[in-house]
């Protein structure tokens, strides 16, 4: 069985930093682009940064010079460093991947991890 595994939310105060993770697990040949989304309460659901296998980056506008977001394929790992946290960046993040189950897969499977939190509060 195929998932997404996230650690690393918690609560920081304005300015600090975090790291998020997110593990894949189970059978899987290799994957594709990765990204993180975030949703905060009453709003959508956002896209936070996203990167290709190729490790291309793209940002949200808002947290372009505070986020990066990395990658580990041996580690079948995503990570979103948060520097520089404001308290607009309070979320549920998701991370998402697209895996491919076998070498000959047409086209990846999307997988979403469990959301964690991150508060960023005084």
């Known amino acids: 069985q195929v998932q997404l595994v996230e650690s690393g939310g918690g609560l920081v105060q304005p300015g600090g930093s975090l790291s998020l993770s997110c593990a894949a697990s189970g059978s899987i040949f290799s994957i594709g682009a990765m990204g993180w989304y975030r949703q905060a309460p009453g709003k959508e659901r956002e896209l936070v940064a996203t990167?290709?296998?190729?490790?291309?980056?793209n940002y949200l506008d808002s947290v372009k010079g505070r986020f990066t977001i990395s990658r580990d394929n041996a580690k079948k790992t995503v990570f979103l460093q948060m520097n520089s946290l404001k308290p607009e960046d309070t979320a549920v993040y998701y991370c998402?991947?697209?895996?491919?189950?076998?070498?000959?897969?047409?086209?990846?499977?999307?997988?979403w991890g469990q959301g964690t939190q991150v508060t960023v509060s005084s």
């Open positions: 998402n991947a697209d895996l491919y189950s076998r070498r000959y897969a047409v086209r990846p499977d999307s997988y």
């Open positions: 990167i290709t296998p190729g490790s291309r980056t």
